[in-house]
């Protein structure tokens, strides 16, 4: 397997990136990314699989038919992932979806393979909870739009990464590839990345994964504007940007247990680093931006 695709290498049909358990060569996870020209419009079928549509930039609207009924969901979305917290639409499986955009814009489609059939729900920006983790250079930001407690889905967990430049994000290094009732999950992952740029320059960053026991992924990669890594397994981490430029992923997760859990083991040669974090103040370059109020 090719762990590290770089901008282009996952293209496929209408997609720019186009990773499922097919081409991954896992079982369950997956995730595309869409650009729609002005007026553009695109449907698939959802198959085996459930689906949340997340505008990257711009705005669009989904709908959703299938034999239950026809929903519609109006996203406003955002200009950039370094511009705000955006709404979002969930697509069961076993139905047609069809993403149109009048303005134009760029979507992410993260999917698992599942057995339950959920109903087509619309996520609004200000439900979508910002969380800060890590403190110093180990600070970052990560928007729980699709975390497991937030947002109900069968399998798929989804969650935003963002982080200053200069920093390092996923550290310690951890691992989610054995299954260990109350303590690991077993989770294929899937990062996308973008960066901010400067003045033009364009940023970039670097990613590790390293064997674990359970596998043998062995990923030491830079990585840049529509890069993907796939993390069947191994202890991954750190992300780390260059200084000057932010750094944004999206995780993509998904896995065989009965429950839907982010259940992660830390590198016990790095565990320790946590132990630090009480002692220092979270980056004040954070958070980037907030979620927008709910409206009364």
Known sequence: MTHHLPAGRATAGPYVVDVTPGTAGWDHSSL???????????TF????????????????????????????????????????????AYVPRDARATVSSAGGGRFALTGARCTRRLPARYGPASGVPVELRGTGNCSRQVNNFGAAGVFECDKLIAVEVLTPGGNWSSF?????????????????????????????????????????????????????DGDVVLIPDGWHGPSMAVPGHHMYYLNVM???????AWLICDHPDHAWIRDTWQDQPVDPR???????????
């Open 172 to 224: 310690p290094p951890h691992k989610h590839d054995e299954h260990r009732p109350g303590e690991e999950s077993v989770l294929e992952e899937v990062y996308y990345f973008e960066f901010a740029g400067h003045e033009g320059t364009p940023g970039l960053g670097y990613q590790r994964v390293s064997p674990s026991g359970a596998g043998r992924t062995d990923v030491l990669a830079e990585v840049r």
């Open 286 to 296: 954070l958070p980037l931006y907030t979620a927008p109020e709910r409206s009364a």
């Open 254 to 260: 998904a896995g065989p247990g009965a429950e839907r």
């Open 32 to 42: 595309r990314v869409l650009e729609l020209p002005a007026g553009g419009t695109h």
């Open 45 to 88: 079928d959802t198959g085996d699989s459930e689906w949340i549509v997340l505008p990257l930039s711009g705005g669009c609207t989904v709908v959703a038919d299938d034999d239950f009924g026809h929903d519609s969901f109006e996203l406003t979305g955002r200009d950039g992932v370094f511009d705000g917290v955006t709404d979002f």
